[in-house]
């Protein structure tokens, strides 16, 4: 166990966060200073290990959020972004995708640092998401902690499938 949290995995290969691409999901994307900048998850070996991850467990642990269930993946007027060059990317991706706004900016040396957050799209995630849960009626948003929500990717138990 790792005091009150969820028993950390033996190996970044046991982690929830890890899905089988082999990237960490762990943390969300701190917004950037460029426009329609895109993000990559970072790699980590099977055998690799670290102090924030959580064993994988029977689906009722913490998990990944997908962004598209994330009260922080933000869709100006419910629509994709759209780019002024689409970066490679084909347009569907960019029709399903988002700004995560899950970090404030963090203060730095820089007077009139600009503050533009990073695209993801409705089908990546991470482990600081913050699944959108509604009533029986479907209103009455309430965010609740990737650490406790079941709103994952189905069948993964906290895991997300291979990931674009
Ligand atoms: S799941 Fe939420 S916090 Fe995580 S990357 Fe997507 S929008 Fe950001």
Not at 33 to 61: I, M, N, Q
Not at 96 to 105: D, H, K
Request: aromatic share 8%; net charge negative.
């Amino acid at each position: 166990m790792s005091g009150m949290g969820p028993p950390l995995p033996q190996n970044c290969a046991a982690c929830v966060y890890r899905p089988p691409d082999g990237t960490c999901r762990r943390h969300a994307p701190s917004p950037g200073t460029e426009a329609f900048e895109l993000v990559y998850w970072p790699k980590v070996k099977p055998t690799d290990r670290c102090g924030s991850g959580a064993a994988a467990g029977e689906g009722d642990g913490p998990g990944v959020i997908a962004c598209q269930s994330c009260v922080h993946w933000y869709q100006p007027g419910g629509v994709g972004i759209k780019p002024d060059y689409r970066q490679g990317r084909p347009a569907e991706w960019w029709a399903s995708s988002g700004y995560c706004t899950r970090f404030a900016p963090s203060p730095s040396s820089e007077n009139d640092r600009k503050t533009m957050w990073r695209v993801t799209s409705a089908v990546q995630g991470c482990g600081d998401g913050q699944a959108v849960e509604q009533d029986e009626d479907g209103g009455d948003l309430t965010p609740t902690s990737a650490a406790h929500s079941m709103d994952r990717v189905p069948g993964h138990a906290g895991r997300l499938p291979a990931l674009p």
